[in-house]
């Protein structure tokens, strides 16, 4: 079992940069692969990035690839967002996903993951 707290979210101006963060508890983050997701209103959850258990393996929509970066500090039991060159379409809430996974594993679709923090709003004003 793990719990996810999403922090880091905010208002920016579009071009603008915020750095999110997922914090894990539990005994095993490691051996989980994270993901971020997003969801905007009336829109459905969509996929944004992953990182496999030990941060080898990275993949990203998109949508984002260029802009944003996923990281994870496992000493920490955290997993970070850096977005970068925000633009308004990025305004959505977005949300932290674990699932335990073999090594070098990643995965992309948001009913593959199991545990789920609560989101956190990112807004980009124009």
């Known amino acids: 079992q793990v719990q996810l707290v999403e922090s880091g979210g905010g208002l920016v101006q579009a071009g603008g940069s915020l750095r999110l963060s997922c914090a894990a508890s539990?005994?095993?983050?490691?051996?989980?692969?994270m993901g971020w997701f997003r969801q905007a209103p009336g829109k459905e959850r969509e996929f944004v990035a992953t990182?496999?258990?030990?941060?080898?393996?990275?993949y990203y929509a998109d949508s984002v690839k260029g802009r944003f970066s996923i990281s994870r500090d496992n000493a920490k039991n955290t997993v970070y967002l850096q977005m970068n060159s925000l633009k308004p379409e990025d305004t959505a809430i977005y949300y932290c996903a674990a699932q335990q996974t073999a090594y070098h594993i990643i995965r992309i679709r948001a009913n593959e993951y199991d545990y789920w923090g609560q989101g956190t709003q990112v807004t980009v004003s124009s």
């Open positions: 539990g005994r095993t983050f490691s051996s989980y692969a």
């Open positions: 990182i496999s258990r030990s941060g080898g393996i990275t």
